[in-house]
């Protein structure tokens, strides 16, 4: 949550850029998944899985999925992690996973190509409720989110510096089209107080 107070203020600007044109190539959600918003799951950990050769963005990664989740969606999100084995390993308890993996990577000069796979699982049967897959070639100093890329790279100078405009994007795309639980006022005053000792 490095950058959530930050974001708060900035992200009414930052979303009148990237409204038009979506990364997302592909997504699906569980038939009759949206019917019920009391079975929807609500209480999340974000995961965040990539290739040994690509963890150097993990950390990164996790940053700005758990920045945009917490601003943009009613999700309540109990943890981060960084995992490195299998999912389902990660499956237990009531509520769910939102999993974030990064498949392919790499850079040539200012241009970033980058491809990444969300999903919100269920726990503890490891059911699929909705997916989505999307690719960019984005520019890393995206003129539009040098302010933001800049305080990303603070706490992560190599990956953040490279990463985290295209990244940024992405992860907000998902984010935009991902089911988001409706509460009710009860479950609000928690969620705001969650957040409140998370920061």
């Not at 237990?92 to 241009?111: P, Q, W």
Request: proline share 5%.
């Amino acid at each position: 949550m490095i950058l959530l107070r930050f974001t708060r203020c900035l992200l009414p600007l930052i979303l009148l850029f990237f409204t038009a044109c979506s990364t997302v190539r592909s997504s699906y959600i569980s038939e009759g998944y949206n019917d019920n918003q009391q079975s929807m799951v609500k209480h999340v950990r974000i995961l965040v899985y990539v290739p040994e050769d690509k963890e150097n963005i993990a950390p990164l990664i996790a940053d700005i999925a758990s920045d945009m989740i917490r601003l943009k969606t009613n999700y309540f999100v109990h943890g981060v992690k960084i995992i490195r084995g299998d999912w389902r390993e990660e499956l237990g308890g009531d509520g769910g996973i939102i999993l974030f993996t990064a498949t392919v990577y790499g850079a040539s000069g200012n241009r970033v190509n980058v491809e990444m796979i969300s999903e919100l699982i269920g726990c503890p049967d490891g059911k699929v409720f909705w997916s989505a897959s999307a690719a960019a070639a984005k520019r890393s100093d995206d003129p539009d989110l040098k302010e933001l890329t800049s305080l990303y790279t603070v706490k992560h100078p190599s990956a953040g510096k490279i990463y985290a405009a295209p990244l940024f994007i992405i992860i907000q795309d998902f984010v935009d089209i991902m089911p988001d639980p409706q509460l009710t006022d009860e479950e609000i005053d928690r969620r705001i107080q969650l957040e409140a000792d998370m920061e």
